[in-house]
Structures are given as structure tokens and as C-alpha cells.
């Protein structure tokens, strides 16, 4: 403190608040000798000290974060606090601090590990350094706590059903994220869910439900920060493409393994097993390597592919595109009839030998779309065109595709005769 030579007392900078004694003198002047008398003088030195609250819910912090300080707003006398030990300057003191959260010495606060998502109140106090008695004030701060967690979506996973029983679609919680590191079931709760044939677990499993037709299913699942108040959550998805014929022959591959054939090739099989439509790969393939797909040969019965040579092989397996010979007679089922001079007309060697015949050829709807009497005589070979006289008009090209034929004939015992197959056209 200092006084002033007119009596006043003035309070110094840093000068802490409290009850402060002067005494001082006065003498007459020029008494001889001195006249004096002496006096003290109380002092009560009260600085203004004001802790501010705080309020950081408008930018929010996540794990590892740390606010600005919460006595930026504080002043002592009008100015601003100085965290310190020094006359002047303030100490900060915790009063209320969440678990959590670390009220730092320069007044800042950090958010700790695992500290869920939330809203959270810290008091504090500052107090006048070497005031007395003490002088401090308190205020609160508000800290919102806002975890970043990402939900990813998964897949397109690719499921092989090769197995009876459910199967596993995997934990989806693998790309899934808590600020920045990958979820745990210790810090992250999933919803349990179904849809369809899909299921997920509260760890994250997805289950795939028994006898689960082939196919593309999704499920949507929601993660959520464990004991976060209010909820942070998000979503995602999950897809799973299963297959339960991966060669597409039409046997589930569970069958397939069941019946020793191959999975994973379309022409080992039994075709007594077929349960799924066939796929466009085995239809348009040609097993036999004899020039017609697997559709030109198999049939309408998808369980009972056709044999037209009765050898228990069938036709799609079988590289022999004729009849076996009877009365020396062989009829080649297989036309082309591109001008390559390659089974262009419909072959039945040596029918030439039995001039008394005749060949009719079917559609797969029953209607004759070709029909001669002494075939093979006089140019009369069926060259794929129609030539009958019901519903198909005459000289119309038929289309790709499977036909039957019937061919009659007389032997030369005089016995009548009847053959009959089927025929293929391929252009």
C-alpha cells in the first residue's frame, strides 16, 4: 500500500484482498521540541473476483480431445485471470469433475479414454492468491462429448451353401468404427435383428438360415456407442449372394456331395436330383463335344434327359448324333443347314434301299412341320424349312431348336418299319 504525502492511501497492483493496518505520524512543525502523535489506519482490500460459466456444447469433443480453457471468460478486478502462484493471480480447483473428463491445471479439460458420448457438467473454483480470509468464486461448464461411430456396409459376401443346417455370414462388426478404431462388443451394442433368412446376433454375427433359396439378401443392422446418453448410433447394411448350385446343372451342391458327383462341373450330375432351374452356362455348353448344346439334346424333363439310342447314356453326354443302324439303315438327328455341305439336309443313310417310306418331323408342340413319301428320292430331304400342312406356312425356315421325327418303311422281308427320335437343328 502506499500513502500519499495528502493522507490518502492507495492499494498497489497485485495487492491481495484482505484487512490491511497503517499507522502513521503526524508532529507539528517547527515545535521544539517535536510535537508528534501516531495513529493507525485499517484497510479492508476486497478485489472483485468472478468465475464465468461456460457452456462448449456448441462444438463438440470426442476421446483425446481437449476444450480451451474455462477461465478465459474469468476476471479478477475487471481483468482477466492468470492461473498462477503469484500475487494477482488465481488457483483452479476441481469441485465436480465427471469421470471422464481431466480438469488440466491451465484450465483445460480433456475427454479420456472410453469416455461414452454425453453431456457433462464440470464446477470449478477459482481462488485470489494469498487473499485473507479466502476469496473465490465458482462457476460450471458444460462439455458435450460426441464420439464419431461409423457403421459400414458389408459385402456383397458370397455364400457356397455346402452344408445342411444354418450357416455363418461372418461379424460385421469387422469395418466398423469408434473414433477411428474398430468397434469392440465391450464398447459398442448391436440390435438384434431379422430379416428374411438373415439374422444378426448382439456380438455382430449373422447367421444364415436352413434350406435359404439361392439368391441376393440384405439385412440392416444398427450399432450403437455403448452407455452413450443421449443414443450415438448409426447403420448399415449387409448383403450376401448365396449359391446352392455353383455349377448350375440344377442339383444343389448339398446333393451333389451327397451323390459323389462334381459341384463344380455341370456335366457330372444326376439328373434324378435336379431341383433348380438350369443355368444359362450349362444350357448353351455341349457336354459331348458332338456340335449341340446341352439344350438341343436334354429334353423337356429336366429328370429325365433323353437317351434316343437307349444306350443308358444320355444324349447330352453322348457323342453320337444317330441312330444305331437297323436294316443297315443309320438316321443322323443332328442338322445344320448353313451351306457348308455339312449336315445341311436330314441324313438316314441307305434309305434309298427301302424307296418305299416315308418321314415325318414334329415341332416340340406335336405340330408337323415337314412331311414326304419316298424320302430321299427325286431331292426330298428336309433342309430345315417347313414343308407340312398344319398351322406352320409353307417354306418358312424353322428355328433353332428340338424336333421328332417318325420314319416308315418297308424291309426287305416286307415287314413295315418304324423309327422314330429326335432331331436337332443348329444354323
Known amino acids: 500500500m502506499t500513502l500519499n504525502t495528502d493522507g490518502t492511501i492507495t492499494v498497489n497492483s497485485n495487492t491481495p484482498s484482505g484487512t490491511y493496518t497503517v499507522v502513521y505520524e503526524i508532529c507539528e512543525v517547527g515545535a521544539t521540541p517535536a510535537n508528534c502523535d501516531q495513529a493507525s489506519v485499517t484497510v479492508v482490500v476486497n478485489n472483485v473476483i468472478d468465475a464465468v460459466d461456460d457452456d ?53 479439460i480433456t475427454v479420456n479414454s472410453n469416455t461414452p458420448s454425453g453431456t457433462y457438467t464440470v464446477v470449478y473454483e477459482i481462488c485470489e492468491v494469498g487473499a485473507t480470509p479466502a476469496n473465490c468464486d465458482q462457476a460450471s461448464v458444460t462439455v458435450v462429448v460426441l464420439n464419431p461411430i461409423i457403421a459400414e456396409d458389408d459385402g456383397p459376401t458370397t455364400i457356397i451353401v455346402d452344408t445342411p443346417g444354418p450357416l455363418s455370414g461372418g461379424n460385421v462388426l469387422g469395418n466398423d468404427t469408434l ?43 444398427q450399432i450403437c456407442e455403448t452407455g452413450a446418453n443421449p443414443p450415438n448410433c448409426d447403420t448399415a447394411t449387409a448383403t450376401y449372394i448365396i449359391i446352392t448350385d455353383s455349377d448350375g446343372d440344377g442339383v444343389t451342391n448339398i446333393d451333389e456331395i451327397s451323390d459323389g458327383t462334381d459341384p463344380d462341373d455341370f456335366c457330372d450330375f444326376n439328373p434324378e436330383n435336379v431341383s433348380l432351374p438350369f443355368s444359362d452356362a450349362f444350357l448353351s455348353a455341349d457336354c459331348d463335344n458332338d456340335g449341340l448344346t446341352n439344350d438341343d439334346e436334354y429334353g423337356p424333363d429336366p429328370n429325365n434327359p433323353l437317351d434316343s439310342d437307349g444306350d443308358g447314356l444320355a ?73 407340312g400342312r398344319v398351322t406352320i406356312s409353307q ?32 444354323r
Do not use: C, M
Not at 464398447?187 to 446376433?201: A, K, R, Y
Open 56 to 108: 462448449f456444447s456448441a462444438t463438440p469433443v470426442a476421446v483425446g480431445d481437449t476444450t480451451t480453457s474455462v477461465v478465459t471468460n474469468d476476471t479478477l478486478n475487471g481483468n482477466p485471470v492468470v492461473i498462477g502462484t503469484n500475487p494477482g493471480e488465481v488457483t483452479l480447483t476441481g469441485v465436480t469433475v465427471p469421470a471422464g473428463l481431466t480438469l488440466n491445471t491451465d484450465g483445460t
Open 315 to 387: 444324349d447330352f453326354l453322348d457323342n453320337n448324333n444317330h441312330s444305331p443302324a437297323e436294316d443297315d439303315l443309320e438316321i443322323f438327328n443332328l442338322v445344320t443347314p448353313n451351306g457348308d455341305n455339312d449336315n445341311d439336309v436330314f441324313v438316314i443313310r441307305n434309305i434309298e434301299l427301302y424307296p418305299n417310306n416315308s418321314v415325318e418331323i414334329y415341332n416340340r408342340w406335336g405340330v408337323l412341320v415337314y412331311e414326304a413319301i419316298g424320302y430321299g428320292q427325286n431331292g426330298k430331304y428336309f433342309r430345315g424349312v417347313s414343308e
Open 179 to 221: 473414433n477411428g478404431v474398430v468397434v469392440t462388443v465391450g464398447n459398442t451394442d448391436v440390435t438384434p435383428t431379422s430379416d428374411g433368412p438373415l439374422s444378426i446376433d448382439a456380438d455382430g454375427n449373422i447367421t444364415i438360415a436352413s434350406n435359404t433359396p439361392a439368391g441376393t439378401y440384405t439385412i440392416t443392422y
Open 395 to 426: 417354306a418358312s425356315e424353322l428355328p433353332v431348336g428340338t424336333y421328332f421325327y417318325i420314319v416308315k418303311y418297308v424291309n426287305d422281308n416286307g415287314e413295315n418299319k418304324e423309327r422314330s427320335g429326335y432331331l436337332y437343328i443348329n
